[in-house]
């Protein structure tokens, strides 16, 4: 069965730093969407992408964080300069079209900013 | 705004109990409602969804719930807990209408410990 993957698993960074994570979706969805985790915390919502252009950002997807399709089969979501309060688990998710509304959730990406 | 309240965070049950999940969830119209369950070092897999009819879903690994309008409620039920079962449940509520700004709100969770 087709499966969103994550890469990497594990990311440690130093503050300031630039990090980029990456997602494959499902091959032929066409939704793309990125979550975080905090330690303890909910999952929460950070940005919608279709069609190559966000659909929808959270107002903690600020001007540090950007997401791009570079090749047609990545996904990725780049934090310019990280701060401690990044460190969370980044999912990403996928969904086949607008008319069906689950997401396929990826394994995650466990970031620690120290 | 739609929101999921799981009231519940950590529950513990015996192996071959039977186990209920809470989740409420506040939103304007009928939903889209999903639990997923996460392992430890795993991903969020889906157990199962309501969109619309039959209120109660079921899903996979035994699991089953109920959707009841008039509680705002979707609560997650087993009959006889396994070990393998031990998780962290999360409700969440997607909005109806698709598109491209749909999206989920997650409930903070409920954190499943089984005890042999």
């Known amino acids: 069965e087709p499966e969103v993957t994550q890469t990497p698993s594990h990311q440690v960074t130093q503050m300031g730093q630039e990090v980029i994570l990456r997602c494959v979706p499902i091959?032929?969805?066409?939704?793309f969407y990125w979550y975080r985790q905090i330690l303890g915390q909910k999952v929460e919502f950070l940005v919608s992408?279709?069609?190559?252009?966000?659909?929808?950002k959270s107002e903690i997807f600020d001007d540090q964080f950007s997401v791009e399709r570079p090749d047609g089969s990545n996904f990725t979501l780049k934090i310019r300069s990280t701060k401690l309060e990044d460190s969370a688990m980044y999912f990403c998710?996928?969904?086949?079209?607008?008319?069906?509304?689950?997401?396929?959730f990826g394994p995650g990406t466990r970031l620690l900013v120290l | 705004a739609q929101s999921v309240t799981q009231p519940d965070i950590h529950i513990t049950v015996s192996e071959g109990a039977s186990l209920e999940l809470r989740c409420n969830y506040s939103?304007?119209?009928?939903?889209?409602l999903f639990w997923y369950v996460q392992s430890p070092g795993q991903g969020l897999q889906l157990l199962l969804k309501?969109?619309?009819?039959?209120?109660l879903v079921q899903g996979i690994k035994g699991f089953e719930a109920e959707f009841k309008r008039s509680q705002s409620s979707f609560n997650l039920r087993k009959p006889s807990v396994h070990w393998s079962d031990a998780a962290e449940y999360f409700c969440?509520?997607?909005?109806?209408?698709?598109?491209?700004?749909?999206?989920?709100?997650f409930g903070k969770g409920t954190l499943l410990t089984v005890n042999p």
């Open positions: 998710a996928s969904r086949p079209n607008e008319y069906q509304e689950t997401q396929y």
């Open positions: 091959s032929n969805h066409l939704y």
């Open positions: 992408f279709y069609n190559n252009e966000i659909s929808e």
């Open positions: 939103y304007g119209a009928t939903p889209y």
């Open positions: 309501y969109f619309s009819g039959d209120t």
């Open positions: 969440a509520v997607g909005a109806q209408g698709g598109g491209s700004n749909y999206k989920l709100t």
